[in-house]
């Protein structure tokens, strides 16, 4: 969604790329039956969604107790002054840790298919290493090499002893697996990040040459934000003689990610890059070469690179063309999907709807009862945005809806792409000018997302300004101002890469302004989003364009209003000049 409920950029891509991670994994299984590998995790979908969102609820729970706590701490009289300095960083240390849980909690909310799939396979995981575990060093072959000893046996004692060693050797290898495995547990399952540090350390520390523990350790390393630990480990890592290439491809795509998601894109080309090179074309794992062009495809898509995109996206489909294995099946409309979404930010719309048919026919192949497949249902609700772009308000709305009876029955009826949809549908209805029947609908998401996300989250922002918008044709301007304001506090928050809809969210305030009689603020206001969006460099995009033009022409509004006749033409003049797609949310 955009600024104000519409399909942006940002809202698109994420729905692009969820779930990639997981399906890398995934390709990685075994060759067991799918109910054999089922049978190892009995917990369903919705038991899953359930216990994650609770335990949402509980986080914060504990965080508004520490705190009021920390909020005491310092004016506790019954405390010396040292005590309460030493109290208040424990209480801030906990605050930390409970608050990177609940951001993880509420990333594993906003794709629970992808979380569930990756605890069933740590589940595998767990079962496939305990299975190879040693028991302790054998005592009576100890005490039989000292009873050689003890008779000059020198020879029988070596040998003895030569056993007992391997078999300690082992025994510091079944250590190491058991500590990676609880790291494992507290990480993925218990979201306590700085237990699994200590545990994934312990790992190296026992089989230093073990690359899955040195990766564990650093992806967990850099997560709490010791970078330089982590960069240390990754090399570390790289340098061990037992690497697989997809292994190390895994990696590399996870830290290509990380870097996109902080704007840092030649840095996260490079590691795709080298994702690529590390696979290369004799490596023979399609689902993996396809999955790092993909990436690297999506991170020219956020810089508006779209040829290069294009050309990545072609590629990472192209690569599983005449696989049927499930695994490349998956990959496959993954591929299409984000293909589509490229496509649909460009306006090339006939190209970009047979991409997402075909993406959600895959999975109808592959999960006959599609109507419970909450991949499935997030193709259903982009290919509904491309229907909303191009005025198919019908189709959209069944779409939507459909989409949304999918998740529902999924994840339960709280679940945050159940919220999704929700706001979908409220968005259409303001483009088709039915407020009174996307009010209620517009004031169930936000709801539903401050539920989940917190106030602060960008995806409420998302909410706020529908509800803004809504509350302004609504003729209460007072209530508008303030969710609009609400929002911007949000998104000015936000990496420059997401600013076009913060720049969004200013022009909409200036035209309230405006409506209300009040100029010189709406001047102000639309001068402020024109200069934010000449410094961001933003890529030529029909829905760019279609946002810069909009506040160009909601400048020149104001000017006129303001008496400045000559200024107001020659900024119409400049925006009617200006080539650009239709507006596809109410942010207007």
């Known amino acids: 969604m955009t600024a104000a409920g519409g399909p942006s950029p940002g809202h698109r891509r994420a729905a692009a790329i969820c779930g990639a991670l997981w399906l890398v994994a995934a390709s990685m299984l075994d060759g067991r039956p799918a109910s054999a590998q089922d049978d190892l995790y009995r917990k369903t979908l919705q038991e899953f969604s359930l216990e994650r969102q609770q335990q949402n ?11 009021s706590e920390l909020a005491q701490a310092p004016r506790d009289s019954r405390l010396p002054g040292v005590a309460a300095t030493g109290r208040q960083h424990e209480l801030t240390s906990k605050l930390r840790d409970l608050e990177l849980q609940l951001d993880r909690v509420r990333t594993q909310l906003s794709d629970t298919e992808a979380a569930y799939e990756e605890q069933k396979l740590l589940v595998r995981e767990l079962a496939a290493e305990l299975s190879r575990a040693k028991s302790d060093v054998d005592p009576e072959t100890y005490r039989r090499a000292i009873a050689a000893l003890e008779a000059g046996d020198t020879n029988l004692a070596e040998s003895l002893l030569q056993q007992v060693l391997e078999k300690r050797r082992e025994q510091v290898k079944s250590a190491a697996t058991a500590a990676y495995q609880l790291g494992r547990i507290k990480e993925v399952d218990r979201l306590d990040f700085r237990a699994a540090a200590d545990l994934y350390k312990e790992a190296v520390r026992y089989d230093p040459e073990n690359p899955t523990y040195l990766i564990a350790a650093a992806k967990n390393a850099y997560f709490l934000g010791q970078f330089s630990e982590a960069e240390r480990l990754f090399e570390a890592a790289e340098q061990t003689t037992g690497i697989a290439p997809t292994q190390l491809a895994q990696i590399l795509i996870g830290i290509a990610e990380s870097y996109r998601t902080r704007g840092e894109y030649a840095k996260a080309e490079a590691a795709c890059a080298k994702a690529l090179t590390v696979l290369g074309p004799a490596d023979g794992d399609a689902v993996m070469m396809s999955t790092a062009n993909k990436y690297l495809g999506l991170i020219y898509w956020f810089q508006g ?14 690569a599983l063309a005449g696989r049927e294995d499930k695994a490349s099946l998956i990959a496959r409309a993954s591929a299409l999907n984000s293909r589509a979404a490229v496509m649909a930010e460009i306006g090339d719309s006939a190209v970009a709807e047979p991409l997402y048919l075909e993406a959600v026919g895959i999975r109808k192949k592959l999960f006959p009862a599609v109507d419970r497949d909450p991949m499935a249902a997030s193709y259903l609700n982009n290919t509904g945005l491309l229907y909303r772009y191009t005025r198919r308000f019908d189709e959209a709305h069944a779409l939507f809806r459909q989409a949304r009876a999918i998740f529902e029955r999924a994840y339960g009826p709280r679940h945050p792409r159940v919220a999704t949809a929700i706001a979908n549908e409220a968005a259409t209805l303001c483009l088709e000018g039915d407020h009174e029947a996307a009010w209620p609908l517009a004031t169930q998401a936000l709801e539903m997302r401050e539920k989940i996300f917190g106030r602060a989250s960008p995806v409420v922002s998302e909410s706020i300004v529908v509800v803004g918008y809504l ?3 609504r003729r209460e301007p007072q209530a508008a101002e303030e969710s609009y304001l609400r929002a911007l506090e949000i998104r000015k928050k936000l990496p420059k890469t997401a600013y076009l809809d913060y720049t969004k969210t200013l022009t909409m305030l200036g035209n309230l302004y405006l409506e209300s009689g009040r100029p010189k603020d709406a001047i102000a206001v639309q001068q402020h989003a024109i200069e934010v969006q000449e410094q961001l460099r933003l890529p030529s995009s029909p829905f760019v364009s279609a946002a810069v033009k909009h506040s160009l022409l909601s400048y020149a509004a104001a000017l006129e209003a303001d008496g400045q006749a000559a200024p107001a033409q020659e900024v119409e003049r400049k925006a009617k000049a200006m080539a650009a ?8």
Request: charged share 30%; hydrophobic share 40%; net charge neutral.
């Open 57 to 67: 609820e509980a986080i914060q729970v504990q965080i508004a107790s520490l705190r």
């Open 471 to 473: 509350q302004r044709m």
């Open 581 to 588: 797609g239709p507006v596809t949310d109410c942010a207007r």
């Open 305 to 318: 690179r779209y040829a290069e995109a294009d050309e990545k996206l072609s590629t990472a489909v192209q």
